[in-house]
């Protein structure tokens, strides 16, 4: 045992090496349900909308629905312009300096990873 290290001195300190841990795969099956049961749902949903070819185009063509999907790849794209131009030199200077304002704006871009987005839209919401 002195000679062991990482996960195979756990197998022999715990004396578990070989059996199977029934907690972790009940567990295990219980995520896997939570992750699969909503799955499908959306794809008994999606494919029962299927058999309605012309209901789909129908309403896939509608203005609102054209006009949102516009509205997505549009911000999505000047997201990406901006990005371009402000966040690559922005990352280049952080990169080769060493001042105090590195701090404050890697936490600034850091906030939108600790902050959870439903609080985030919360604050807009009460914002607004």
């Known amino acids: 045992m002195a000679g062991t290290t990482g ?10 090496a070989g059996r ?11 995520g896997g349900m939570l992750v699969l049961l909503p799955l499908l749902a959306l794809i008994n949903i999606t494919l029962g909308q299927l058999a309605d070819i012309p209901y789909l ?9 054209v006009d ?3 509205l997505t790849f549009g911000a999505g794209l000047l997201a990406v312009i901006i990005l371009a131009i402000f966040g690559t030199p922005l990352s280049y200077v952080l990169a080769r300096t060493n001042s105090r304002i590195n701090q404050v704006v890697e936490s600034l871009v850091d ?5 959870p987005h439903t609080v985030a ?6 914002l607004f």
């Open 7 to 16: 996960k195979h001195r756990w197998l022999e300190i715990t004396g578990n």
């Open 68 to 70: 949102s999907i516009v």
């Open 121 to 126: 839209g919360l604050m807009v919401y009460i």
């Open 111 to 115: 906030l939108p990873l600790v902050l």
């Open 57 to 65: 185009l129908a309403v896939a063509t509608q203005k609102q629905v």
């Open 20 to 30: 199977l841990d029934w907690c972790l795969i009940g567990f295990a099956i219980i």
